[in-house]
């Protein structure tokens, strides 16, 4: 638990981080707003993963700390992004709408091919916007972890 935790409280420093350095890079407010929509979803998957990962990898792993750190960035960017944008329209973006013809289910099949098709470029966005970031980050706090548990 205190990896999940520990990877969640990463998320978080990094939306903190990050949702300022979006606004002066895109120089609208509006990408501040995605990015601090995205900090709930991030912080449940980064605590969901980073507790599997510790639960999980074997600690017999070499550089057993920066592997569990970079198995967890890398798994929270899966999951959160898939999370993410199957939330997108709770969060009100046009970006995938499950609600665009009258018939459910061929609102789904749109939703589900809108999803399919978004996807591998949101999680590339997503690692070329906040890797700079979330890297360190995680290495940090995989390191504060293991300390704390008496890993070093």
């Known amino acids: 638990m205190g990896a999940g935790y ?19 890079v895109s120089g609208t407010a509006a990408s501040a707003g995605v990015v601090l929509s995205a900090i709930p979803v991030y912080l449940a998957t980064g605590f969901v993963v980073g507790a599997l990962t510790w639960r999980f990898l074997s600690s017999s792993v070499p ?13 929270n960017y899966l999951a959160g992004t898939a999370v ?13 709408n499950p609600y665009v013809g009258a018939d459910p289910l061929t609102s789904l099949t749109e939703f589900l091919g809108a999803f399919f098709e978004l996807y591998p470029l949101t999680v590339l966005t997503v690692v070329v916007w906040t890797i700079w970031i979330a890297v360190p980050l995680s290495l940090i706090f995989s390191y504060v972890h293991e300390r704390s548990r008496g890993g070093e």
Do not use: D, H, K, N
């Open 63 to 75: 550089y057993y700390r920066a592997v569990a750190a970079l198995v967890t960035v890398v798994g």
């Open 84 to 96: 993410w944008l199957l939330l997108a329209p709770v969060y009100g973006y046009e970006v995938l």
């Open 6 to 24: 520990s990877m969640a409280a990463g998320v978080l420093a990094g939306g903190i981080v990050f949702a300022p350095v979006s606004t002066l």
